[in-house]
């Protein structure tokens, strides 16, 4: 399956039990202090005490998961309209060892996946609650509630992490979308220079002969072109001649 490969291949597995990231530190951490407060509670010993609020805690954990689940489908496709085509294309020449964008998505994906886990296991726990099982173990019934309240506190603190990766994703879309309209300036400026150019080499007879006499005897045409555009923008009055001058050089791959 595509997500599946694509969870494997940006490590999302690991994502669920690195210590070393502050949602699984701080779920661990509260997952314990949980367990500590319930076993002092004395909650699988006056068990029949806690049932009907459980019921009804999983119940609304339940709803509010699957709310959760429509809010991210919603996120992602506001995070995908945000990226543009050319945005998109910019952020992985420039990143793409970092691969930023697709990392968010599947972060995505794999929050979804954990949702619909923690879902089945409170739908699972809430049929059970209603039946006539007991669990005998008190070292299982302990180990069950710690990866349910882990799974929990997994996925808030993971919507935290998502949020803080969306921001950042956000602001880099928006730096790049100023180096793109700031390319595109420029390269309307250049276009209308290039016409000026050709309008006053069409104007001077004199110095449209001379132009074509050097561009048939030139070895290398394109060279002499842009050389002869890049004095006429010395002697122009537009600002900012120097970026002009470079970007024209790059974009016909003229040195010097």
Known sequence: MYLFKNFKKYNKWIDLINIK??????????????????????????????????????????????????????GIAIFIGVLDKDIRKIIEKINNKN?????????????????????????TVYILLYSSIHIISKRFFYIVIFIIIYLFLFILFYILSLIGNCIQVYFISNTYKEIINKEKNTYIEINELR????????????????????????SNKKELFVRELINF??????NNKDNIIKYIKKYYNIEG
């Open 99 to 123: 691969n930023k964008i697709d990392k968010v998505l599947f972060s995505f994906g794999f929050l979804s996946l954990v949702i619909v886990s923690e879902i089945i296991i409170f739908i």
């Open 195 to 218: 016409i000026d150019f050709m309008f006053e080499l069409l104007l001077d007879e004199d110095r449209k002969e001379k132009f074509l006499s050097n561009i048939n005897s030139a």
């Open 21 to 74: 990231k502050f949602e699984c530190y701080f779920s661990l951490f509260l997952s314990l202090l949980y367990i500590l407060l319930f076993n002092y509670v004395q909650l699988y010993e006056k068990f029949n005490i806690y049932e009907e609020a459980l019921r009804n805690i999983s119940l609304n954990i339940i709803s509010a998961l699957f709310g959760l689940l429509g809010l991210i489908l919603a």
């Open 233 to 238: 923008i010395l002697r122009s009055n537009v």
